[in-house]
């Protein structure tokens, strides 16, 4: 049996989680991955500037039509006031969790001073999240916060910052093991996650390079976290959640899923994505996705480049169908390395201590 945890009155129907992604976890995304076993999944970011809110780019990211819920969506900002707006505003529009960004390392963001940048200001962070507790508060509407491990090495305070934000009433905190400082280098850590766990009493989720079954095993045993979040290896790859599902309930791996299946899934995706992006942008933005589907497949980067020269939405369907038909001619299942054989670490010590002698050998 797999763990339910908490956010506010909403009980998740499990502890697998996908990581909001900026242009990548879109509400067809979500829904995939939800179909495939996630039990939470937060939008992208939403600006809190109300000038870009009638922005297509800020109304598609709001779109969550037929999206089961609990709803939650990300706002990232550097004004309290505005973060506020930004919460109240999500609210009116369906947002049922709130969801802060203090993780995010991207420039656009830290330039701005939102983002993790924020950790650095820890006055301003928990201003921001007072702020936004309060403006969701009235409506019950529960506030996460979703943070690093701190600016760099040296400042590393998402233990401070984590107990503030429960002081505050936030009611759930991911930690992605990794500074801000590092960007998407090195390897996450998870000591810092696991002290957080240790001193809250709210839910905590740990993320950074969850990447298998065995894995998210690990990484939720040394953590004690509640949940754990999955990000880039779910990219191409949604129905990680069941693996990872499968694995933590029944101590087996899952075979990969039949060619079949992987087609049908993802054809079903790519309609969903071109009836939310029109046929233009749906075609070009499907790309990254099919590009995703077919790496690690014999003859998935030969058929990516060709596809990736492919025009109209009807033209990449079709291609796919090919493609994935004659894979399943000659296999029933996705000739992948099994995941649990390709975890990046199968070493179990998941200290900072051994992260560290990892990343300098
Ligand atoms: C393409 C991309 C976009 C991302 N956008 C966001 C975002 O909008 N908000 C956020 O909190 N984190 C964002 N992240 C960070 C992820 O949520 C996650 O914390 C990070 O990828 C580590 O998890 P992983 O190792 O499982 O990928 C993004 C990551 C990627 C790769």
Redesign the pocket.
Known sequence: MLARPRIGPFELPNNLFV??????TDRPFRQLCRRLGAGHAVS??VTSRKDLWNSLKTSRRANHEGEPGPIAV?I?GTDAAMMAEAAAYNVDRGAQIIDI?M??P?KKVCNKWAGSALMQDEALALQIIEAVVAACAPQGVPVTL?MRTGWCAAEKNALTIARAAESAGVALVTV?GRTREQG?SGL?EYDTVAAVKAALKIPVVA?????SPHKARQVLAYTGADAV?????AQGRPWIFAEIAHFLSTGETLPAPRVADARAWLIEHLHDHYSLYGELTGMRSARKHIGWAVQGLPGGDAFRRAMNQLESCEAQVEALNQWFGSLAEQHERLPYLPLAETAANDDNDLTEEATTRRLLA
Do not use: L, T, W
């Open positions: 990581a909001p992604m900026a242009g990548v992208e970011m990300q990232a960004n993780g995010c991207a979703k992605h998407y996450a993320n950074g390079d969850i990447d979040m999955v990000g880039r290896a």
